[in-house]
């Protein structure tokens, strides 16, 4: 289970980002998790409970934001989102399509704190 | 209490991304062609491997195999017997290679990459995991036997979209399983449009002669004035 590898590295990402700016404890890390990443949520939850445990990160929420596979269609000079990840396909036309612009992304883009101290 | 942010905008694996970029931009000053290698257990990688490896060292091709595993390093030892180097990377359980796994194994084999033309990485046999982690190779080859079912692709569609070249393997024992290869061929396309697609039989040598030349052209590539 690849998930908790992953949770270890958010983890580890988000600790040192808030240790950097000072910051004791964290309430939530916001994930953007991509269709395409191959990443199960209900998996990635249950390994950041885990990975979370004696830092600053422990009890806090892990917020998923699920990021669409998005192609670039050459006929339609669109983007589409596509409408299974089984066809890289144009949902309108039908036009196979390998130009991806999202899907692929396994990022943490902010975490969530408050300014008081946490309860010891 | 009053919520406050950080922002982060890390990739979760920024780490491994940029070790694999420095291996790649090793590699590619050595001239030297790094497949990765990927399938589920038991497709046959290892056989095609045994037989490619022969192939190249006979035409006077220098190449070198790293593979990994969860335990054991059978597949070395057979692989150790077409002539070429290889070194068996145990994972202890771990699901996948990661690109430290590569950069330390490089550090402590006797072997200069500079001297190579051909370095082939066996994953560990696994369609999921894999997928995430850049080892610094210039192609990801991605096999399935025919024995699997034609519905593979489709089941694991990040495996198959990030993969450059698809292989499939054991075309000898296809009319037995009935393998159904213009559905494959269509899943294949379906999930990764224009995917090169070679047909092999590492047994009968069916597809080889193929699959060598298309190697060979890429390690060319590599290594023609256009490069650096």
């Keep these: 289970m690849h998930e908790l590898s ?17 910051v004791d404890h964290v309430d939530a890390v916001h994930l953007r998790l991509g269709q395409l990443s191959g990443v ?29 596979a998005v192609i670039f269609c050459s006929q339609c000079r669109t983007e589409h989102a596509l409408e299974s990840i089984q066809q890289f396909c144009c949902p309108v036309c039908g036009t196979p399509s390998m130009d991806i612009r999202s899907g692929r992304e396994l990022e943490i883009a902010y975490v969530e704190y408050s300014d008081e101290p946490a309860h010891p | 209490m009053n919520p406050r942010i950080l922002e982060i905008r890390k990739g979760v694996l ?33 056989a095609l491997l ?18 990994g595993d969860l335990a054991t390093d059978n597949d070395a030892a057979r692989l150790a017997r077409s002539g070429a180097s290889v070194r068996q990377i145990t994972t202890s359980g771990n699901c996948h290679l990661e690109a430290h796994m590569i950069g330390d194994h490089l550090r402590d084999w006797a072997l200069e990459v500079e001297g190579l033309d051909f370095l082939f990485i066996e994953n560990v046999g696994n369609l999921v995991c894999p997928s995430h982690y850049d080892l610094g190779e210039d192609i990801r080859v991605v096999m399935l036997s025919v024995t699997e079912g034609e519905d593979k692709p489709l089941k694991y569609p990040p495996m198959f979209n990030s993969s450059d070249v698809a292989v499939i393997t054991k075309v000898d024992l296809a009319e037995a399983v009935e393998f159904d290869r213009d559905q494959t061929v269509a899943n294949i396309n379906s999930v990764r449009p224009g995917m090169t697609i ?6 009968r040598g069916a597809g080889i002669d193929e699959w060598i030349a298309y190697i060979v052209a890429q390690r060319d590539a590599l290594k023609s004035p256009a490069a650096p």
């Design chain 2, 14 to 46: 920024e780490k491994n991304d940029v070790l694999a970029a420095s291996l790649r931009e090793r590699f590619r000053k050595a001239g030297v062609l790094v497949l990765n290698i990927v399938s589920s257990p038991g497709s046959g990688k290892t």
């Design chain 1, 6 to 22: 992953i949770a270890y590295n958010i983890v580890q990402i988000a600790d040192d980002a808030a240790r950097d700016a000072g």
């Design chain 2, 50 to 67: 045994e037989v490619t490896l022969a192939r190249l060292l006979a035409q006077g091709y220098r190449a070198a195999a790293l593979v």
């Design chain 1, 40 to 68: 199960v949520s209900e998996a990635l939850w249950f390994g950041y409970d885990i990975a979370a445990r004696g830092t600053r990160l422990e009890g806090s929420r892990l917020e998923i934001e699920d990021v669409p």
């Design chain 2, 198 to 203: 070679f047909e092999t039989s590492a047994k």
